[in-house]
C-alpha cells in the first residue's frame, strides 16, 4: 500500500515541478528518491543489504542504458535539423505548404508543415522551433487565437505522424531492438490508423479554434513577435524537398533491400535496424548542406547547436527512464506489471496497457518503450503476439499518456517555443496528442482482431 502511494505520489511530484518549471534532471531524481524511499530501496550502495538494489544505482543505469543505445541517432537528427534551419531548406517548405494551403486554413498549414519536416526526419523539436514563426504570421493574419498554436505543432509532430509505419523518429524504431521487425510493421493498419487521425484531428482543432473565435478571443500581438521574413531569398523549395526524401528513401532501401531488385545484391546482408537511420541522416545532412551551400559558413555553428541540443534532448529523456528504471523495482510496480500480463483475451490489450500507463509514468513515448520492452515483449509473444501487431500498438499507445504535461516535448513546445502557459494552452494539446492517439489506438486494435 504504501509503495503504491509513494509511486503515485512519486509522478504527481514529477508532474507538479515540471509543471512548475524545475528542470526535469532535477524533478525526474527527487521523484525517483520519494519512490525509493516509499519501497524500502536504499539510497546508495552502502546502505543496501546484501547486494539488494539501491537508488542511486538504478538511477544511473536507467540513465546511461538510454544514453549508450540513443545518443548517435538524437545527435545525427538534431544536426540533420539544424542544417535544415539554418540553409532556409526548413522555412522554405514550410512556407511552400502554407502557401499552397492558404491563409483561410492557417491550422491545416502549421500541422500539414509540420507533418512533413516529421516524417522526413527532423527531430521533433526542431520542427517545432522551424514552424513557429511561420504559425505565428499565419495565426496573426487569420485573426485566430495564439494559445493554439502548440496543439497545431505538437498534432503534426507527435501524433500520425510520429508513431507511423515508416516514421523515422525514434517511438518508431525503440520496437525493432526488442520484437525483429521492421520500421514498417503492420503498414496497412498503420496507414488507416494515420489517415483517421490526421482526418479527425484537423476537424477537432478547427472545431476548438472556430469555437473559441465564436467567443471573441482573438490573436494577441507580443512584441517578441518577429517581423515576417523575407521568403524570397529561401531556396526553391522542391529543392529543399531532396533531403527529406533522401532520408526516407535510404530508410526505406536498408529496411527492405530485398524489394530493390538487383541492388539488394550489392548491399550488405547485416541487419540494419537503427543504424538504417544513421546513414540515411548523414546522407540527408550532406544534402541538406548542398542545399545550403550559400551560408556555408554557418554551417559549423549549426553542427555545434545540433549537438548541443541533442545532449539536451536525450538526457531529458534519459531523467525520466532513470526515474522509470527505480519505479520498476518497487513492489507495486510489479504488482501492477503483473496484473497487467494475467489479463484475459487479447495479448495485445495487455501490452498497450502496460507500455501506456509506464509511458505516462516516465512522461515519454521512449522512455517507456525503453522500459517497457525488455519486460513484456517476450511474455507476450510467447502469449502469441505477432510480433508486427505488437510493434505497431507499442508504438501508438506510446504516444499517448507520454504527452501529459510534464512531457520534456509538451513543456518545450508550449513554455519555450510558444511562450505560453499550461492553462492556456494544454487543454488542446492534451486532447490532441492524449485522447486522439488512444482512439487510434482502438481501432487499430479493433482492425488486428477483425481483418
Known amino acids: 500500500m504504501i509503495s503504491a502511494l509513494g509511486l503515485i505520489g512519486g509522478l504527481a511530484l514529477l508532474i507538479y515541478m515540471t509543471i512548475k518549471g524545475v528542470n526535469i534532471l532535477i524533478a525526474g531524481p527527487v521523484a525517483a528518491i520519494i519512490v525509493a524511499l516509499t519501497s524500502g530501496i536504499s539510497l546508495v550502495p552502502p ?18 542504458s538510454f544514453f549508450k543505445s540513443w545518443f548517435l541517432i538524437f545527435m545525427i537528427g538534431a544536426i540533420f ?10 522555412a522554405s517548405i514550410a512556407h511552400w505548404v502554407t502557401r499552397t ?3 483561410k486554413h492557417a491550422v491545416l498549414a502549421v500541422v500539414a508543415a509540420c507533418a512533413i519536416l516529421t516524417y522526413g526526419g527532423v527531430s521533433v523539436f ?31 509532430s507527435v501524433t500520425f505522424t510520429m508513431t507511423s509505419a515508416g516514421s523515422p523518429e525514434i517511438q518508431n524504431l525503440i520496437p525493432m531492438e526488442y520484437l525483429g521487425t521492421t520500421a514498417f510493421a503492420a503498414w496497412e493498419v498503420s ?10 484531428g484537423c476537424f477537432w482543432i478547427n472545431w476548438m479554434v472556430r469555437r473559441a473565435v465564436s467567443r471573441g478571443e482573438t490573436f494577441i ?17 522542391l529543392l529543399c524537398l531532396i533531403p527529406l526524401a533522401a532520408v526516407l528513401g535510404l530508410f ?17 546482408a547485416a541487419t540494419w535496424d537503427k543504424w538504417a537511420l544513421v546513414l540515411a541522416l548523414g546522407v540527408g545532412s550532406l544534402l541538406a548542406i548542398w542545399v545550403g551551400r550559400k551560408k556555408f559558413n554557418e554551417m559549423p555553428e549549426a553542427f555545434s547547436r545540433g549537438a548541443s541540443s541533442a545532449v539536451i534532448a536525450i538526457t531529458n529523456t534519459c531523467a525520466v527512464v532513470g526515474f522509470g528504471a527505480v519505479a520498476k523495482l518497487t513492489p507495486a510496480f510489479g504488482q501492477a506489471l503483473e496484473a497487467v500480463q494475467s489479463l484475459p483475451g487479447d495479448p495485445l490489450i495487455g501490452a498497450a496497457i502496460a507500455v501506456t500507463v509506464i509511458a505516462g509514468l516516465t512522461g515519454s513515448a521512449s522512455g517507456g518503450q525503453t522500459i517497457a520492452l525488455p519486460l513484456i515483449a517476450p511474455h507476450y509473444l510467447d502469449a502469441g503476439a505477432n510480433s508486427e501487431e505488437l510493434h505497431r500498438t507499442v508504438a501508438i499507445v506510446s504516444g499517448a499518456l507520454d504527452s501529459l504535461p510534464h512531457n520534456g516535448y509538451v513543456v518545450t513546445t508550449i513554455r519555450a517555443v510558444c511562450g505560453e502557459t499550461h492553462k492556456d494552452a494544454y487543454g488542446a494539446v492534451g486532447a ?7 482512439g487510434g489506438l482502438v481501432l487499430a486494435l479493433a482492425l488486428f482482431a477483425f481483418f
Open 47 to 64: 546502505l543496501a543489504v546484501d547486494g539488494a538494489p539501491d537508488f542511486a544505482t538504478s538511477y544511473m543505469e536507467g540513465f546511461v
Open 81 to 90: 535539423g539544424e542544417i535544415m534551419g539554418t540553409s532556409g531548406a526548413a
Open 101 to 103: 494551403i492558404g491563409v
Open 126 to 156: 526542431i520542427v517545432s522551433f522551424s514552424v513557429y514563426a511561420l504559425a505565428v504570421h499565419l495565426f496573426r493574419e487569420a485573426n485566430l487565437p495564439r494559445r493554439f498554436i502548440p496543439a497545431a505543432l505538437a498534432f503534426g
Open 191 to 200: 496507414f488507416v490508423v494515420a489517415i483517421s487521425m490526421a482526418i479527425i
Open 221 to 237: 500581438a507580443r512584441d517578441s513577435d518577429a517581423a515576417p521574413a523575407d521568403y524570397s531569398k529561401l531556396p526553391s523549395p
Open 252 to 268: 526505406l532501401l536498408f529496411q527492405y533491400p530485398q524489394n530493390f531488385g538487383a541492388l539488394s545484391k550489392i548491399l550488405p
Open 432 to 438: 490532441l496528442t492524449v485522447i486522439l492517439p488512444l
